[in-house]
């Protein structure tokens, strides 16, 4: 099978707009959480989250076209102008029919979705919907709009796991590559979910973190103190590449994916098992394909959401995997963007390129009281940044229903 690289990589996040101020922010572990500005929160559970700062799609993208997209859209051709940009390409010297999008959401046009039925229920009772409604709001049309801008013809789909959703989009995306079916496929997710609808049908399911007076520190993954997680939003894209394909074209080899597990928890409609066995499963697989023993992995970016139930059993299916702990650096970046949901993985697995590039491992902040049953068995990076050898890196993302996505990155080597 052929290898694949990674060429390009664009990122839209609650700590910065592009790749390198994101990568900035978390080195240094600046939190994203703030009061919500997109609503009048007053009446709900939760007044905070991950929202994306100093932030206009218009300085991006022209006025006619925000009409009709909505915004996990536009995140979308954001992140991914900004990879196509950083990649070097140029889509007329290539074979737009072997250049694909598989592209990540896990709620859609969900905004647009609360808008208009709103509109309708508080009307007359006459449908008066935007023509713009349904395509707006169809959770694969960002896939369909960055292939058409692009005229890219291959392979194109939308992937909805959940919060596994945009690792599952890189796996399929590695492996259509690999199978020889595409040369470069655009990968990725989007979330735009700071809305009325997404917050209190969270704090409904006890999901969300309810500090309001101290939003900074909200997101406290593994301490005995989290009380949930902080909604995010935003997008990361990823270009991955043919290898000889990309060496053909003068590219710039950032990386390169060597691995990606499934699997499934079947254990309930929205706990993680609580022994972790779909964890478990998706680490172990991820490790199989990329034929690599645990011991190689350096670094891993836990899901880690900060809910009392998955953290616990994301470290026992962990302890399980990896037999000697002495090596692994884990870290969770949710505690600094909040989770991203269907876009967590996308982002995440850029947090994990630019480790490997960079040799540091970014923190993981707010976590103070680890629960005493693993707080002497991993090395959770807390507070600070670590700077050490990265070679592989291993990144989890676990979804309502059970769903278990992981992948491995590898430091690009002749």
Known sequence: MKRVVITGLGA??????????????LVNGVSGAAPITKFNTAQFKTKFACELKNFDPLDFIPRAETRRYDLFTQYALIAVEEAIQNGR????????????????SGNGGINTFQEQVSEFATGDGTPRFNPFFIPKMIVDIASGIISIKHGLRGVNFT?????????????????????????????????APIT??????????????????????????????????VMGE????????????????GATIIGEIVGGGMAADAYHLTGTHPEGEGAYLGMHAALEDAN?????????NTHATSTPQGDISELKAVERVFSNL??????????????????????EAIACIKAIENNIVPPTINSTSIEPEFGDKFNLTLGKAQSREINYAMSNTFGFGGHIATTIFKRYSE
């Not at 839209?12 to 922010?25: F, K």
């Not at 390409?89 to 990540?104: A, H, P, S, T």
């Not at 997404?198 to 593994?222: E, K, M, V, W």
Request: proline fraction near 2%; hydrophobic fraction near 40%.
């Open 234 to 249: 935003g997008a990361g894209a990823i270009i991955l590449e043919d290898l000889e394909k990309a060496k053909a074209r």
């Open 326 to 347: 002495d090596n692994l650096n884990i870290s969770a970046t949710k505690s600094m963007t909040g989770h991203l949901l269907g876009a967590a993985g996308a982002v």
């Open 12 to 25: 839209l996040t609650p700590i910065g707009n592009n790749v390198e101020d994101y990568w900035q922010s």
């Open 89 to 104: 390409i140029d889509f007329d010297q290539l074979d737009r029919n072997r250049i694909g999008v598989i592209w990540g």
């Open 159 to 191: 992937t909805v796991s959940a919060c596994a959703t945009s690792n599952t989009a890189i796996i399929d995306a590695f492996n259509y590559i690999r199978w020889g079916k595409a040369d470069m496929i655009i990968t990725g997710g989007s979330e």
């Open 292 to 300: 690599i023993t645990a011991d190689k992995i350096d670094y891993l």
């Open 196 to 229: 009325e609808s997404s917050i209190g049908g969270f704090n409904a399911s006890r999901a969300l973190s309810t500090q309001n007076d101290n939003p900074l520190t909200a997101s406290r993954p593994f301490d005995t103190n989290r009380d949930g997680f």
